[in-house]
Structures are given as C-alpha cells and as structure tokens.
T-cell receptor
Framework: AQSVTQLGSHVSVSEGALVLLRCNYS??????LFWYVQYPNQGLQLLLK??????LVKGINGFEAEFKKSETSFHLTKPSAHMSDAAEYFC???????????FGKGTLLTVNP | GAGVSQSPSNKVTEKGKDVELRCDPI?????LYWYRQSLGQGLEFLIY????????KSGLPSDRFSAERTGGSVSTLTIQRTQQEDSAVYLC??????????????FGPGTRLTVL
C-alpha cells in the first residue's frame, strides 16, 4: 500500500519569499513521486516528477523537489514566490505494478503582495 | 494538440437520478483513468482502462458506479441513483502507453457534479 502526507493544508508566503511545501510518502516498493498543481476550476498540471536517477528534480515555473529516501520525503521548493504561484499543490506516489496515483490531501498556497 | 476534454463541465442533478460523464482522452493515449476529488476525501482513484484489457475497477465506491470505454478512446462514467455524497469533481486522465507508473498522467478540467 502507498500513502502520502502533505504537512500543512494551507501555506501563506510573501511575494519573493521562499516556498516550501512538504510531502512525506509511504511505499513498500521503490516510489515514483509527482507534484501536480491545480489552478481554480482547472485540472491538474504536472510540475515535476522523480522516477530514478538524480534525486534533485527540476520542474516548470522554477520549482524543484528533492527525493530523500532516508526521510521518505519529497518536499517542493521555489526560491522566490510569484503571485501567479497561488494555487493548490498535490503530491502523489505510484510504484511497482501500481500505476494508480495516490494523492496527498493538497496544500493551498497563498502569495501575499 | 488538444488535451483531455470532459463534458459536461458542470452537472446538477436530483438525488436518485442517473448521470453520465464523458471523457475524451488525448488522441493516441492508450491508458485512461478516472479520479474523484471531493472535500472530505481528497483525490481518489476510481477506475483504469488500458487498451483492450479488462479495466481495473478497484476504486469504484459502490455498484452504482460503472464506466466503459468504447473503441479504446472515449470513456463514460455512469452513476446510477445518485446520492448527495456523490457530489464531487470527477477528473479524467490519460497517458501515452502502458508502463505508466512513471508516465505523466494528463488531466482534463473535470466535471463538477452536484446532487441536490
């Protein structure tokens, strides 16, 4: 079985500040990890993914995430928040023969001017 | 190219009625997924289609829910005798090929279902 925990249902930052969204996972097989973003009334858009290889993954819009196996974490960061980053962010895991995505509950990011 | 499309975008129905939700995956994508997004439960997997293989229905919450995929393309999710707890956003996603544990799933905009 797989599960994802996103710490903090709501994160608020100032424009230009560091963004840190936390994700911890549980998986009995080597995980594939994903971050998706959802803007209001839209579907999910992939930000970045970790499959194998380099543990620091860079995605779109300046986001990156680091896979830390020892900590079972895959936190999402961005050095400088922009107003357009305000959205809901979902961490997800799949792995082995399990192609289904198991999602965390999501973190709503608010960016203050 | 065109992304995943879903219709209708919004559906309001009365308790006890049947509803059909439609998904058009990206052309050439062989795998198709349905997920449900609700306030209480977050994002949940419902069903998975891959080519002509038998679908994985393990996420369907009750026998009131069913889905089919015709010609390996368009999919319809049917909810019979709708209940208020069925109110949610139903998302469809597709991927280019099997082995999709690491493939990006491309999501449609969803259908917002409200059961009165």
């Amino acid at each position: 079985a797989q599960s994802v925990t996103q710490l903090g249902s709501h994160v608020s930052v100032s424009e230009g500040a560091l963004v840190l969204l936390r994700c911890n996972y549980s998986s009995s097989v080597p995980p594939y990890l994903f971050w998706y973003v959802q803007y209001p009334n839209q579907g999910l858009q992939l930000l970045l993914k970790y499959t194998t290889g380099a543990t620091l993954v860079k995605g779109i819009n300046g986001f990156e995430a680091e896979f830390k196996k020892s900590e079972t974490s895959f936190h999402l960061t961005k050095p400088s928040a922009h107003m357009s980053d305000a959205a809901e962010y979902f961490c997800a895991v799949s792995g082995g023969s399990n192609y289904k995505l198991t999602f965390g509950k999501g973190t709503l990011l608010t960016v203050n001017p | 190219g065109a992304g995943v499309s879903q219709s209708p975008s919004n559906k309001v129905t009365e308790k006890g009625k049947d509803v059909e939700l439609r998904c058009d995956p990206i052309s050439g994508h062989t795998a198709l997924y349905w997920y449900r997004q609700s306030l209480g439960q977050g994002l949940e997997f419902l069903i998975y289609f891959q080519g002509n293989s038998a679908p994985d229905k393990s996420g369907l919450p009750s026998d009131r829910f069913s889905a089919e995929r015709t010609g390996g393309s368009v999919s319809t999710l049917t909810i019979q005798r709708t209940q208020q707890e069925d109110s949610a956003v139903y998302l469809c996603a597709s991927t280019p090929s099997f082995g999709g544990t690491y493939n990006e799933q491309f999501f449609g905009p969803g259908t917002r279902l409200t059961v009165l």
